[in-house]
């Protein structure tokens, strides 16, 4: 058997269903994963990860690669592993990380009561809870360019949220503040390198604030959120994941408030709309 072969299995196996969100169940024969949640966490076929694990699908691509190591709650030594055995070049420091560490996923999964999201430092979602999706539409609904919150805001516009005039300004400064202090640290980085010149092409707000030069970043702000409740005035606060340039970003109301009483419901209307995703 493969390296390659070896790790995905032992790796499968240690994985608890309970913490990605599955059933335990009785009477199962693993601890770990079945191959069938496997894939359906990684978004593959059935018949692919038995390939994989008999060494007979050979050259999986960086994407399944990628998906493999966050389905698999892998850390970042481990994901390069990961990579390395499968023949694959371990993801370069040079490049916008967007690997899910177990630590932030088990951040995700245990404050549910607040709406969360994690962003890469280009601002591309990559991972949410169900309550960010009630508040803030479901990410799923958006592929490609479309989920890079930098994208949205110069090009769509606010799409359901308003500032005030003050937080308007500084939230948008420092979205582009906070994108050029990335192309900085992942000089490498195609994906980013595009997003920037696409967005200077067709977002002339967005290419005037480029033009200043500033750098910074993003941390915090108010706004109004427009949700099937009626509108919401939430702080956003920016965690920074150390090691992983990730964003963990979290939507707060103030206790005792109009506001948080919106939240409390939709906690409850809004997750039931979502349980079919």
């Known amino acids: 058997m493969s390296e390659f072969a070896s790790v995905l299995r032992s790796w499968r196996d240690r994985v608890r269903p309970e913490a990605v969100g599955l059933p335990a169940g009785a009477g199962r024969r693993t601890s770990g994963l079945r191959r069938e949640e496997l894939a ?13 694990e008999q060494g007979r699908a050979t050259n999986p691509s960086p994407q399944m690669l990628g998906a493999l190591a966050t389905a698999l709650r892998l850390s970042t030594e481990e994901r390069d592993h990961l990579f390395r055995v499968a ?18 996923q088990r951040i995700v999964d245990r404050l549910g009561d607040v709406p969360l999201a994690v962003f890469s430092a280009a601002h591309d979602i990559v991972l949410w809870n169900d309550l960010w999706a009630a508040v803030s539409g479901d990410p799923e609904r958006y592929t490609g360019i479309e989920r890079n919150i930098v994208w949205r805001h110069f090009v769509h516009g606010h799409d359901g949220v308003a500032w005030d005039d003050t937080h308007q300004e500084e939230f948008s400064s420092d979205l582009v503040a906070d ?39 993003h941390r915090t702000s108010r706004k109004t959120v427009h949700t099937p409740v009626g509108p919401i005035e939430i702080d956003c606060d920016v965690l920074s994941v150390p090691g992983g340039d990730l964003r963990i970003v979290v939507y707060t109301t103030v206790p005792g408030t109009e506001d948080a009483a919106k939240l409390d419901l939709l906690r409850v209307t809004g997750l039931q709309e979502l349980t079919p995703r």
Do not use: K, M
Not at 44 to 52: A, E, M, P, T
Not at 87 to 104: E, I, K, L, N, Y
């Open 40 to 52: 359906a966490l990684a978004g593959v076929s059935v018949d692919y990860v038995v390939r994989l």
């Open 87 to 104: 023949g694959a070049a371990a993801p370069s420091r040079q490049v916008v990380p967007r690997h899910v560490t177990p630590g932030v």
């Open 179 to 217: 994108l050029r202090a990335a192309v900085g640290r992942y000089p490498a980085d195609r994906d980013l390198a595009a997003l920037v010149a696409r967005l200077r092409r067709e977002s002339p707000e967005f290419e005037r604030r480029w033009q200043t030069g500033r750098v910074a970043e």
